[in-house]
């Protein structure tokens, strides 16, 4: 089983800015390429999007609702996943699910990101 | 905007053998689209089941197994338990535009 251990969430404003990472100890997390799933209160899961390896150029791809707002990274040395999410909006609020590879495989615990004013 | 659709809920006896369907609006779903399927529990993570169609995780039971179906993407249980009692979803690939979109889910009764 894949530990993930994730930080970030929380309450921001409407047209803030949050960030959320997971470490993955333990995993081939250079080889793999990475997801972001989320999903609002009492509703489905929405695939955010996923970053490819370094060594193809870390390319991500995005929802169309998060596009342009929302930004994945990678940090091989650290095994870190984060996404970094600007001009937050109400229905951005969701459990945010960080998930190895490109079919989410192993998922992490799930960070609260709740937009409010 | 492409939308994937899946029976938004099922019942099936103990014991019984059901199929749920993922269905997109492009068009028949093959295996270009690598139908994924999870199951959620209330107030659980999400659990992977199957991949590209057909392929089980390591802990994935036996009763589960992945199809294509009539222009869809099947996840058939068979012997179904109590247990199975959960939140089914399926998740698509879109080739064109690089992205994966999840089905609406289906709440599957055991009753």
């Known amino acids: 089983e894949v530990q993930v251990v994730e930080s970030g969430g929380g309450l921001v404003k409407p047209g803030g800015s949050l960030r959320l990472s997971c470490e993955f100890p333990?995993?081939?997390?250079?080889?793999?390429?990475m997801t972001w799933v989320r999903q609002a209160p009492g509703k489905g899961l929405e695939w955010v999007g996923r970053i490819k390896t370094e060594m193809e150029g870390g390319t991500t791809t995005y929802a169309a609702p998060v596009k342009g707002r929302f930004t994945i990274s990678r940090d091989d040395s650290k095994n870190i996943l984060s996404l970094e999410m600007n001009n937050l909006k109400t229905e951005d609020t969701a459990v945010y699910y960080c998930t190895t590879r490109d079919q989410p495989t192993d998922w992490g615990q799930g960070s609260l990101v709740t937009v409010s004013s | 905007q492409t939308v994937v659709t899946q029976e938004p809920s099922l019942t099936v006896s103990p014991g019984g053998t059901v199929t749920l369907t993922c269905a997109s609006s492009?068009?028949?779903?093959?295996?270009?689209?690598?139908p994924n399927w999870f199951q959620q529990k209330p107030g659980q993570v999400p659990t992977s089941l199957i991949y590209s169609t057909t392929n089980k995780r390591s802990w994935t039971p036996a009763r589960f197994s992945g199809s294509l179906l009539g222009g869809k993407a099947a996840l058939t249980l068979s012997g179904v338990q109590p247990d199975d009692e959960a939140e089914y979803y399926c998740?698509?690939?879109?080739?064109?535009?690089?992205?994966?979109?999840f089905g609406g889910g289906t709440k599957l009764t055991v009753l």
């Open positions: 333990g995993f081939t997390f250079t080889d793999a390429w």
């Open positions: 998740l698509l690939y879109f080739v064109g535009d690089q992205i994966w979109v």
């Open positions: 492009t068009g028949a779903v093959t295996s270009g689209y690598y």
